[in-house]
């Protein structure tokens, strides 16, 4: 069998990448830094296509593998769009962020690859992230009406609304989420960490409890004794065994000898068709002698 060869290295380094591409990148380049074995570089928003046009022609990082936003809501530029690029002749990868607001635009890369509409697509329907040259900016992940960015981290894990089919309207409603249980107050404290109050149901666990405990003292109180001995050793003489006595069995019927039907026996019901017919004496005629 004939091996393939390839002309991507079967493990890349990133020895000298950092450098080069760094250099490659010059006024665009904000910061950059290699760490876990991937090299992250940061670029000024507004040049983010061209900054991915070099690195895609010159460099050979010729696919966008993902596009995914961070969310820092702490930071003034909240956000962070982070370009994953792979170069299939040097089997390498590298990662290419900007930073953006909630209202500002970070310019397209479907000019370059196409698939990153899709991908825009995902970052600003669960962040909110505005792509400026995206022709298709719509919803992809959540439902149609849906409020909200549900990546962000301070949108709630219960969500604002909730859906549910109504029987009444025969269509899915809206509602805003309602939680019964005393979800936003729930005390976390382990009650085996120091809780100083009784659990529902353990009101009784909290009453002191006098605990008594049972020993032997003497021979006398666990029933033993010579008397006890002589009684558990004397014999019992068994019970006689009854025999039942049974009834003959008649024999089973076979070919040569069928079995015989059971006599009918003399009963009030039956006596009145088994007596004779009374005899009814027919009356002379002229030609009778």
Do not use: C
Request: charged share 30%; net charge negative; hydrophobic share 35%.
């Amino acid at each position: 069998m004939a091996t393939v060869l390839h002309s991507a290295p079967r493990f890349a380094s990133s020895e000298g990448v950092r450098e080069t591409l760094a250099a490659a990148l010059g006024d665009m380049l904000l910061a950059s830094k290699e760490r876990h074995g991937e090299v992250v570089f940061g670029v000024e928003r507004e040049r983010i296509e061209d900054a991915l046009r070099l690195l895609r022609d010159e460099h050979d990082y010729q696919q966008l593998m993902e596009i995914a936003g961070v969310d820092y809501p702490d930071r003034e530029e909240r956000f962070e769009v982070v370009y994953m690029l792979l170069s299939l002749t040097k089997n390498h990868r590298i990662m290419v962020k900007v930073r953006a607001a909630e209202n500002t635009p970070v310019p397209t890369v479907t000019t370059l690859w196409p698939v990153a509409g899709w991908l825009e697509r995902e970052v600003f329907d669960l962040y909110g992230v505005i792509f400026e040259g995206n022709t298709d900016l719509r919803r992809i992940l959540t439902d149609y009406g849906f409020e909200g960015f549900p990546f962000r981290k301070d949108f709630p894990l219960t969500g604002y609304q909730e859906l549910r089919y109504s029987e009444e309207e025969k269509r899915v409603v809206y509602e805003p989420v309602e939680l019964p249980q005393d979800f936003r107050t729930f005390e976390f404290t382990s009650p085996w960490e120091g809780a100083d109050y009784p659990l529902p149901g353990d009101e009784k666990a909290a009453m002191p409890q006098v605990v008594e405990v049972k020993t032997t003292e003497a021979p006398k109180q666990t029933g033993s004794n010579a008397k006890t001995n002589a009684k558990a050793a004397e014999k019992v003489a068994p019970a006689p065994r009854k025999t039942a006595t049974k009834e003959p069995r008649a024999p089973e019927p076979t070919e040569d000898r069928p079995a015989k039907a059971p006599r009918k026996g003399k009963s009030a019901g039956t006596k009145a068709a088994t007596q004779p017919k009374p005899r009814t004496r027919r009356k002379k005629t002229d030609g009778d002698s």
